[in-house]
């Protein structure tokens, strides 16, 4: 069982060749350090593409060496991204780190259709949380690329996500469904959908989980809640992904996760051809070198 985000090393490739890690643009303080900071302990090998004297000056301020480094010049915001995508495309690079540049660009040419990294899946958002209050790491999906996603974008999400956590150890990781309520309301389409992905995972259309839904989040993450209202679940108060209804929700959990409980968290988009770290504006320096140490976990 998981229990830290430290724990993650234990899936890092035992051999001496780390995945390569790209980050565009490379001018970005916090991401610099978290890549140097993971470079200096072997879980990655860095590859840098951006502006070199601002990256470089960076550095200095921030009294760190990126001495030896692949660097590829590009002072272009967009031209950078591209570069870093097609190093990825063309199997030079394992995985892919936003820089200094909006997450709408990164995508575009992570989407571009001659050299992107299109695998036929909906991209969503993990992230996956150690807080002090729950007994082990707990998965959070998806709360960043998919606004108000469709039932069968939902089973997508799941689904990639539910791969994650197979490749973290977990082979039939526990699912709760979220909701505002954990009863089926015909005026919520959210305990609607939750209740088929439940009878869908049943029949064996969802596989390799435990899914279970509708539940509110309280009886998701608390035994004792679920004693308390009679739910009779066996992934209540022993969840290992939380499904959200829609964004709002997810960007809400998880910046109260880490603003207020303090949680520590690993993020990173899946779907794509290769595990991309995109961490909020806001995610600390730690939390992007955890968001490292998790995409190279469970990069190919």
């Keep these: ?24 643009p490379s001018e970005d303080a916090h991401s610099i350090g978290a890549v140097v900071r993971a470079a200096e302990e072997g879980i990655i090998e860095p590859i840098l593409v951006g502006d070199r004297d601002k990256t470089e000056g960076l550095a200095e301020v921030m009294k760190i060496s ?48 001659e050299y992107g990294l299109r695998t036929g899946k909906l991209l969503s958002h993990f992230a996956l949380f150690e807080v002090e209050t729950y007994y082990k790491l707990i998965g959070v999906t998806d709360v960043a690329m998919n606004i108000a996603p469709t039932l069968e974008e939902k089973i997508a999400i799941l689904n990639n996500s539910v791969v994650v956590l197979n490749k973290l150890g977990i082979p039939e990781p526990k699912v709760a469904v979220l909701g505002a309520v954990e009863q089926v309301n015909t005026s919520m389409d959210a305990t609607l959908d ?9 029949r064996g259309q969802i596989r ?27 992934v209540a108060g022993d969840t290992d992904l939380l499904l959200m209804p829609d964004i709002e929700v997810g960007n809400v ?8 409980a303090r949680a520590k968290v690993a993020s990173m988009i899946v779907g794509a051809a290769a595990p991309i770290v995109l961490t909020s504006r806001s995610d600390s320096e730690q939390a992007k070198f955890d968001s490292i140490l998790l995409a190279a976990a469970t990069a190919k």
């Design 253 to 260: 959990l998880y910046k109260s996760l880490v603003f207020f």
């Design 1 to 24: 069982m998981l229990t830290k985000l430290d724990d993650l090393r234990k899936f890092l490739p035992e051999t001496k060749n780390p995945p390569r890690l790209v980050l565009a």
């Design 66 to 113: 990126l001495k030896g480094y692949k660097f590829f010049e590009e002072k272009d915001a967009y031209q950078a991204v591209i570069k870093a995508v097609k190093l990825i495309h063309d199997g030079k690079a394992d995985v892919l780190m936003k820089g200094k540049v909006g997450t709408s660009l990164l995508l575009k040419a992570v989407l571009n259709k």
């Design 194 to 202: 939750a209740a088929l992905l439940s009878k869908m995972n049943q």
């Design 208 to 234: 390799h989980c435990l899914v279970d839904g509708p539940l509110a989040f309280d009886n998701a993450i608390s035994s004792e809640s679920a004693r308390h209202k009679e739910i009779k679940s066996e």
